[in-house]
Nanobody, 127 residues
Framework: QVQLQESGGGSVQSGGSLRLSCVAS????????MAWFRQGPGKEREGVAG???????TYADSVQGRFTVSQNTAKNTLDLQMNSLKPEDTGMYYC?????????????????????WGQGTQVTVSS
């Protein structure tokens, strides 16, 4: 059984930084695609960064150049370094995993493609 646990959320001022971490377990020998999503107040869940099964990383335009994903396969962790945070980055951040590879790489942004989710960690950015 796959389990994902996020940590590292908190409250920062605009321009600040936070580092989120996702610890994964239960993958066994299977290949997974992973991603970070977020959901702001009154908004739909949106993809922030996707780590494809071939280790390519795709970022949402809104975070490109500010957020960086790093993956430690030995420790089964997926970190999200967030710099130059803005109030619009506020939301609950989730780690997600999908078994195998996506048929089309752009599918990484669709929450429905993932069947494993963490409980989320809250990020609040004040102006």
């Amino acid at each position: 059984q796959v389990q994902l646990q996020e940590s590292g959320g908190g409250s920062v001022q605009s321009g600040g930084s936070l580092r989120l971490s996702c610890v994964a377990s239960g993958f066994g020998s299977s290949t997974y695609s992973m991603a970070w999503f977020r959901q702001g107040p009154g908004k739909e869940r949106e993809g922030v960064a996707g780590v494809h099964a071939d280790n390519r990383i795709t970022y949402a335009d809104s975070v490109q150049g500010r957020f960086t994903v790093s993956q430690n396969t030995a420790k089964n962790t997926l970190d999200l370094q967030m710099n130059s945070l803005k109030p619009e980055d506020t939301g609950m951040y989730y780690c997600a995993a999908a078994l195998g590879r996506f048929r089309y790489s752009w599918l990484w942004v669709r929450p429905s493609e993932y069947n494993n989710w963490g409980q989320g960690t809250q990020v609040t950015v004040s102006s």
